[in-house]
């Protein structure tokens, strides 16, 4: 452990996790998360964001333990979804899927707070994953708590229903460039709070219900929308986990990801098969964490792939993107 120049206290540890089950560039990327940027010199593999991490006095020494958790629910390592096992049954119904595996390993569903996936979910429609990232931003910077400064940069934690109630939130949002998704911010927040005594515990619940008992419910609140049709054409053509495979499909789409080159297996094979994160704590202790998550390479710097840095304009996200196939794919 070292001490860097911004005083805060940095260490790496191994969640041991192969580049076919998790990749960071594409996982991050692909217009399901919003709040991670790019760190260090390698633009591809190694990325950064802020959340703060909620501990009592009795949890602050085993900090690493937390966060080592938390990151396992965020990107959805459970075991029971063998990634490599899922593409190759994918590969096996679909041959446009099958093309395109190779080239696109390792994306998973974020299992991320939702709260924040539904209202990334409504500044997404008719949008592109970089207006995307600007919204959600400055959703953050006006409506968020502060969570971390670095380097003079200001950091915010996604903001609580409770901030996006006041009457004034539509106008100030229209005036930040969010458009007719302004109305639909403050409706939707304005129906979880005085629909639900916690509208962050209910969206929680959804968890723990069918498909169709979710789809339903999230089809309540204004700037959600979503078809069946859709949703049972991926069910039938992939089955369990059809939302998953359906991610790999949509990202194949992206512009980002156009010149992605076809021999991108062969050298995926010199990657380090880890997955390293990062964690930089304020020396005195305080709640806030930074985490920083990293995939160590072994590539010459011949061999390292660039991915297009072109802005991408991603298609409507279907619902099948934002809710399951069944309960155990969950995307909150």
Request: with cysteine.
């Amino acid at each position: 452990m070292t001490t860097s120049m911004n005083k805060h206290m940095s260490t790496w540890r191994s969640l041991r996790i192969p580049p076919e089950e998790l990749r960071l560039d594409t996982t991050l990327k692909c217009g399901q998360a919003f709040r991670w940027k790019v760190s260090g010199e390698n633009s591809d593999i190694e990325y950064q964001s802020y959340f703060p991490i909620k501990k009592s006095s009795d949890e602050v020494n085993h900090e690493f333990e937390l966060i080592d958790k938390f990151l396992m629910d965020y990107f959805n390592l459970s075991p029971m979804i063998n990634l490599r096992e899922c593409y190759d049954r994918w590969s096996m119904a679909d041959k446009h899927f099958a093309k395109i595996a190779c080239q696109f390993k390792g994306i998973r569903i974020l299992r991320q707070d939702p709260v924040e996936n539904l209202f990334c979910f409504i500044c997404s429609t008719n949008n592109n994953i970089n207006r995307i990232s600007q919204m959600i931003e400055k959703l953050c910077s006006r409506y968020g708590n502060l969570v971390y400064t670095l380097n003079g940069h200001e950091y915010y934690d996604f903001p609580t229903l409770d901030k996006l109630v006041s009457s004034n939130v539509e106008s100030e949002l229209r005036q930040l460039g969010f458009g007719y998704r302004a109305k639909y911010i403050a409706q939707t927040a304005k129906y979880l709070t005085e629909n639900y005594s916690d509208g962050e515990k209910w969206l929680y619940s959804l968890r723990n219900v069918d498909y169709k008992e979710a789809h339903s419910s999230l089809l309540k609140l204004s700037g959600v929308s979503g078809t069946e049709e859709i949703g049972d054409h991926f069910r039938n053509l992939f089955g369990d986990f059809s939302g998953w495979a359906h991610s790999v499909l949509f990202t194949a789409d992206l512009k980002a990801f156009q010149d992605r080159p076809s021999s991108f297996t062969t050298i995926d094979t010199k990657i380090d098969t880890t997955i390293d994160i990062k964690i930089d704590t304020t020396i005195d202790a305080k709640l806030d964490a930074t985490i920083d998550a990293k995939i160590d390479s072994t590539l010459s710097e011949s061999d390292k792939i660039i991915v297009s840095k072109k802005k991408s304009r991603s298609k409507n996200i279907q619902k099948e993107s934002i809710l399951p196939s069944n309960k155990k794919t969950r995307r909150f």
